[in-house]
């Protein structure tokens, strides 16, 4: 598990060596493991949805062979808050329907609100 995080706090561009840096761990990931890689996107200053949009013009740059699916989910929770969450699979998985599978009915079970 990793996460990134600005320290400064200060507004950072759009830095292509943090979108090249993310995309190596992410390539690097799948060289050395069959599984599905998870993420959320942070909630605790409400910029998900701008996460989740770059996060998606990162992935599209680097997934040009189309060798990878991205599936991301938006579940909003008791408290009206929106999150992000998505799943990276390649392809050639040969788990790839039982992880699709698994992700649909985690993201449905969440979906579902408690009746009070």
Same mark, same amino acid.
């Given at each position: 598990?990793?996460?990134?995080?600005?320290?400064?706090?200060?507004?950072?561009?759009?830095?292509?060596?943090?979108?090249?840096?993310?995309?190596?761990?992410?390539?690097?990931?799948?060289?050395?493991?069959?599984? =599905?890689?998870?993420?959320?996107? %942070?909630?605790?200053?409400?910029?998900? !949805? *701008?996460?989740? +949009?770059?996060?998606?013009?990162? &992935?599209?740059?680097?997934?040009?062979?189309?060798?990878?699916?991205?599936?991301? =989910?938006?579940?909003?929770?008791? %408290?009206?808050?929106?999150?992000?969450? !998505? *799943?990276?699979? +390649?392809?050639?998985?040969?788990? &790839?329907?039982?992880?699709?599978?698994?992700?649909?009915?985690?993201?449905?079970?969440?979906?579902?609100?408690?009746?009070?």
């Amino acid at each position: 598990m990793f996460n990134i995080t600005n320290v400064n706090k200060q507004r950072s561009p759009r830095d292509m060596k943090v979108r090249d840096t993310v995309i190596a761990i992410i390539d690097n990931f799948f060289e050395t493991n069959e599984f =599905a890689l998870l993420y959320i996107c %942070e909630t605790g200053d409400r910029k998900q !949805a *701008m996460r989740n +949009r770059l996060f998606d013009s990162w &992935f599209a740059y680097a997934n040009d062979k189309e060798q990878y699916v991205i599936m991301v =989910a938006n579940i909003q929770d008791l %408290e009206g808050v929106e999150n992000y969450a !998505a *799943m990276i699979l +390649r392809k050639d998985n040969p788990h &790839f329907v039982d992880y699709v599978s698994e992700f649909n009915n985690t993201v449905n079970m969440f979906m579902l609100k408690p009746e009070h």
